[in-house]
Structure formats: C-alpha cells, structure tokens
C-alpha cells in the first residue's frame, strides 16, 4: 500500500467518526521526521481519545504499526513511521498552531 492510499484511509477513518478540519502535509522533500502529517480537530476531551481508538481497531489490522503514542484528552500523536498524525481539540490546534510551522517548512529558503 502507498503512502497516499494510507493517508486517504486514515482520513477516511477520521471523517467517518466526526473529525473537523483534517488537513494533510505533504513533507516528502523537507527535512522532517515525517514524510506527512495529519491534523485533525476532535469535538472535545473524550472524541479525542475516541478517534485514537478508532484509528487503531481500523488500521492495525490492514497492517499498520504505531511505534508510539503521546496522548492526553485534548491532544494525540500518533507515530506511524513516515506519518505523524494529531489529533487535537480546536483549542490546542490553534495554541500551537502546527500548520503554521509546516507550512513555514514547505516554503522555498531564499
């Protein structure tokens, strides 16, 4: 499976269970950690963690591994390898404001 097969899987999964605002970077020539990564808004404390768990039950069985989690009610991470995916409350996504930062990695350096 691709890359883009696997993030159109984890949307898909997100949007299925009520996430907002799902955006994907694609960092395949930037010098990231990740080769993309998925910000998804939760519709509060407990949907956060719930989506988690719904990634989880979906995609581990078609193969996919976590090789770690960082979680809290209003914030999850989740490393995939080459994906990173974030859950957040709309709350701490506009705190931390990720997308500012990897669109800032995605533009050229002068």
């Known amino acids: ?38 910000i998804a808004n939760s519709l509060g404390g407990r949907h956060t963690i719930a989506l988690y768990d719904h990634l989880k039950n979906e995609l581990k069985p078609q193969g996919e591994e976590f090789l770690g989690v960082d979680e809290s009610n209003e914030w999850v991470v989740a490393d995939l390898g080459d994906i990173f995916i974030h ?24």
Do not use: C, G, W
């Open 1 to 38: 499976m691709t890359i883009d097969e696997r993030i159109e899987k984890i949307i898909t999964v997100l949007d299925e269970k009520k996430a907002e605002e799902i955006e994907v970077f694609n960092l395949d020539n930037i010098d990231y950690i990740a080769k993309r990564v998925v």
């Open 87 to 110: 859950i957040m409350t709309p709350e701490y996504r506009q705190k931390y404001s990720l997308e500012d930062l990897l669109t800032d990695l995605q533009k050229p350096k002068a």
